[in-house]
């Protein structure tokens, strides 16, 4: 039982919109900031966001993050198929004292 | 360009030792805190452990406390992971990641290395 809660699978049409959710508490997503990855199994995670809404540089502006209390939400435009992957955010947990993934999203491009 | 490579992967019985190590490049060593995070098989990603350039500071899950090490040799830019009385519930690929220095991100990923524990 992961500390985040992320749904298992969202999926969407090619060109369309997806969005991701990530919830969690106060101990974590309510007082600190959240990135976003996108990870093929046998392959090296990718970050996608960081500080809730920023991208690094070579990630296209397809991808947002954003941040509300204790939920925070990864938004997908003009899906490819190439974006099928699994999706992760992450955060501290202050109570924990230590950093906390959510389960995981499985991407589909139908 | 940054790089990081894991390496000492590999089969281990219950119970055992193994140590993990993980070559970097392209980057100020020390200027970093770093990572451990696995992916079990069929499973999300899970974090194992942090710490910071100076190793003043560093973190474990619960799940791996007592048990394994973290530490890192800066002249060598070189992280690594002892792992002691292995389980079977350690078996998973193992990344070591960098902090970027905001917001507790990993902006860069080795491939990993797999970890097998079984009899």
């Known amino acids: 039982q992961s500390v985040l809660t992320q749904p298992p699978s969202v999926s969407a049409a090619p060109g369309q919109k997806v969005t991701i959710s990530c919830s969690g508490s106060?101990?974590?997503?309510?007082?600190?900031?959240v990135s976003w990855y996108r990870h093929l199994p046998g392959t090296a995670p990718k970050l996608l966001i960081y500080?809730?809404?920023k991208r690094p540089s070579g990630i296209p502006d397809r991808f947002s993050g954003s941040k509300s209390g204790t939920s925070a939400t990864l938004g997908i435009t003009g899906l490819q198929t190439g974006d099928e992957a699994d999706y992760y955010c992450?955060?501290?947990?202050?109570?924990?004292?230590?950093?906390?993934f959510g389960g995981g999203t499985k991407l589909t491009v139908l | 360009e940054v790089q990081l490579v894991e390496s000492g992967g590999g089969l281990v019985q219950p119970g055992g030792s193994l140590r993990l190590s993980c070559a970097a490049s392209?980057?100020?060593?020390?200027?970093?805190?770093l990572n451990w995070v696995r992916q079990a098989p069929g499973k999300g990603l899970e974090w194992v452990s942090y710490?910071?350039?100076?190793?003043?500071?560093?973190y474990y899950a619960d799940s791996v406390k007592g048990r394994f090490t973290i530490s890192r040799d800066n002249a060598k830019n070189s992280l690594y992971l002892q792992m002691n009385s292995l389980r079977d519930e350690d078996t998973a690929v193992y990344y070591c990641?960098?902090?970027?220095?905001?917001?507790?991100?990993?902006?860069?990923w080795g491939q990993g290395t797999m970890v097998t524990v079984s009899s």
């Open positions: 106060t101990s974590n997503i309510g007082n600190n900031y």
């Open positions: 392209g980057f100020t060593f020390s200027g970093y805190s």
């Open positions: 992450g955060t501290w947990d202050s109570s924990l004292s230590a950093v906390v």
């Open positions: 990641a960098r902090d970027m220095g905001s917001g507790w991100a990993n902006d860069h």
């Open positions: 500080e809730n809404n």
């Open positions: 710490i910071t350039g100076s190793s003043r500071t560093k």
